[in-house]
């Protein structure tokens, strides 16, 4: 496996470039992003509102050539709220907001209210889908949680990675789902 290196606000766009690639085929991404342009457009901007703080933080790894990447949150480190919702009302379908909101609000009842770890973000390129390079970067960080003794969260946005989450010792807490949108899981991990 390549080395894995964390990625400067200097290597965003490479980062945010490959997590576009990765996310192409996600039920609840491409919901929210239906047309080609919108996700062009969209998909950047969400990364970067939802797991960007992981650049500043010094918490966004990818590997060697930017196969994949991942953006954790560290514990008390949120995404950008106010960036997330001006993102929602311009670049969501209008029809689909509700739904959305609905969404949000279910998840953040399944967030957990203890200092913990968010994998906000993590996604390979598609040429490169299937050869260890994600598993590597949870393994990577998930190893510093449990020296810490910290939880992980993250939202699983399709139902295929839940079998890799679930080998990575993660629990599904429920499912959330409004109205046409797909099912998402948030899941959880406990020091391990």
Same mark, same amino acid.
């Given at each position: 496996m390549d080395t894995i290196k964390i990625a400067t606000p =200097?290597?965003?766009?490479?980062?945010? %470039?490959? &997590?576009? *690639? %990765?996310?192409?085929n996600d039920p609840a991404i491409r919901w929210m992003f239906l047309q080609p342009s919108q996700y062009a457009q969209g998909l950047p901007l969400f990364a970067q509102a939802f797991g960007g703080a992981a650049f500043q933080q010094a918490t966004a790894f990818y590997t060697d050539r930017f196969e994949a990447i991942a &953006?954790? *949150?560290?514990?008390?480190?949120?995404? @950008?709220?106010?960036?997330?919702?001006?993102?929602?009302?311009?670049?969501?379908?209008? $029809?689909?907001? +509700? =739904? *959305?909101? $609905?969404?949000?609000?279910?998840? $953040? #009842?399944?967030?957990?209210?203890e200092p913990h770890w968010h994998l906000a973000m993590i #996604?390979? @390129? +598609?040429?490169? !889908?299937?050869?260890?390079?994600? $598993? =590597? &970067?949870?393994?990577?960080? *998930?190893?510093t949680c449990d020296q810490q003794r910290n939880s992980v969260y993250l939202e699983a946005t399709n139902a295929r990675n839940v079998a890799l989450y679930q080998n990575h010792g993660f629990e599904v807490l429920g499912t959330v789902q409004a109205?046409?949108? +797909?099912?998402?899981?948030?899941? &959880?991990?406990? +020091? !391990?």
């Amino acid at each position: 496996m390549d080395t894995i290196k964390i990625a400067t606000p =200097a290597d965003a766009e490479n980062c945010l %470039a490959t &997590l576009t *690639l %990765a996310f192409c085929n996600d039920p609840a991404i491409r919901w929210m992003f239906l047309q080609p342009s919108q996700y062009a457009q969209g998909l950047p901007l969400f990364a970067q509102a939802f797991g960007g703080a992981a650049f500043q933080q010094a918490t966004a790894f990818y590997t060697d050539r930017f196969e994949a990447i991942a &953006l954790w *949150l560290p514990p008390n480190t949120q995404p @950008d709220e106010a960036a997330l919702m001006a993102l929602i009302q311009q670049g969501v379908e209008e $029809s689909k907001q +509700p =739904a *959305l909101a $609905s969404i949000l609000e279910q998840l $953040s #009842g399944h967030h957990p209210q203890e200092p913990h770890w968010h994998l906000a973000m993590i #996604g390979t @390129d +598609p040429i490169y !889908q299937g050869h260890g390079y994600g $598993s =590597a &970067l949870l393994a990577h960080t *998930l190893a510093t949680c449990d020296q810490q003794r910290n939880s992980v969260y993250l939202e699983a946005t399709n139902a295929r990675n839940v079998a890799l989450y679930q080998n990575h010792g993660f629990e599904v807490l429920g499912t959330v789902q409004a109205e046409n949108s +797909p099912t998402l899981y948030p899941m &959880l991990r406990h +020091p !391990q």
